[in-house]
């Protein structure tokens, strides 16, 4: 069955309303009223106003990955993750993407590939996400993270991180995306061999 976008305006609510409840700096929540023409039901709904992201798969000239660990608060526990941020107001998510690498880890590359976009959470986000892939990185200059960032970096094998996603050593969604988009440009979706 084919994606069928002719009925997309049947789906969509008509917005009534916006009012931002609170600024966090790093995003803003916005009360959004809104009414669905088809049903005529009018609803709020909360949605958070957060800037563009980045992340970047850097691989280094013997294929290892470039890797950070570091506190995430929501989990209450040390994450495994690639280096990634914020786009500043204004920046190309490209120009981000090397400015987090460098920032979070010392590591430049001399050759940059963009290899996927998603929507974090589209339910109560509008933002995106860029996924970087940056090969041959070595590392060239001292971190400069911010003030809240305490994080530790370190390469393994790309097979290595292969079994850390399979085994949820990596298990951060939007880290994993981050690999799904690199496996997507290197191949092919498929059906895994074994069982049904």
Same mark, same amino acid.
């Given at each position: 069955?084919?994606?069928?976008?002719?009925?997309?305006?049947?789906?969509?609510?008509?917005?009534? %309303?916006?009012?931002?409840?609170?600024?966090?700096?790093?995003?803003?929540?916005?009360?959004?009223?809104?009414?669905?023409?088809?049903?005529?039901?009018?609803?709020?709904?909360?949605?958070?106003?957060?800037?563009?992201?980045?992340?970047?798969?850097?691989?280094?000239?013997?294929?290892?990955?470039?890797?950070?660990?570091?506190?995430?608060?929501?989990?209450?526990?040390?994450?495994?993750?690639?280096?990634?941020?914020?786009?500043?107001? %204004?920046?190309?998510?490209?120009?981000?993407?090397?400015?987090?690498?460098?920032?979070?880890?010392?590591?430049?590359?001399?050759?940059?590939?963009?290899?996927?976009?998603?929507?974090?959470?589209?339910?109560?986000?509008?933002?995106?996400?860029?996924?970087?892939?940056?090969?041959?990185?070595?590392?060239?200059?001292?971190?400069?993270?911010?003030?809240?960032?305490?994080?530790?970096?370190?390469?393994?094998?790309?097979?290595?991180?292969?079994?850390?996603?399979?085994?949820?050593?990596?298990?951060?969604?939007?880290?994993?995306?981050?690999?799904?988009?690199?496996?997507?440009?290197?191949?092919?979706?498929?059906?895994?061999?074994?069982?049904?």
């Amino acid at each position: 069955m084919a994606d069928d976008r002719d009925d997309d305006d049947e789906l969509r609510w008509r917005v009534l %309303g916006r009012t931002t409840v609170h600024d966090y700096r790093i995003f803003r929540s916005t009360a959004v009223r809104a009414a669905h023409p088809r049903t005529g039901a009018e609803r709020d709904f909360t949605v958070l106003d957060t800037p563009d992201w980045v992340n970047v798969v850097a691989l280094t000239p013997a294929d290892e990955v470039v890797l950070i660990r570091q506190y995430r608060h929501g989990a209450d526990r040390v994450h495994v993750e690639i280096p990634g941020g914020m786009v500043d107001p %204004g920046e190309e998510h490209g120009a981000a993407a090397r400015r987090e690498l460098a920032e979070e880890t010392g590591y430049t590359a001399p050759v940059w590939r963009h290899v996927g976009t998603v929507e974090p959470n589209p339910a109560i986000h509008g933002n995106r996400l860029f996924t970087w892939l940056a090969l041959d990185a070595t590392p060239t200059e001292a971190c400069s993270m911010d003030p809240g960032e305490v994080i530790t970096t370190f390469t393994v094998p790309l097979d290595e991180a292969t079994r850390m996603l399979r085994d949820g050593r990596i298990d951060h969604a939007l880290v994993v995306a981050a690999f799904a988009h690199l496996a997507l440009a290197a191949g092919e979706l498929r059906r895994p061999a074994g069982p049904k």
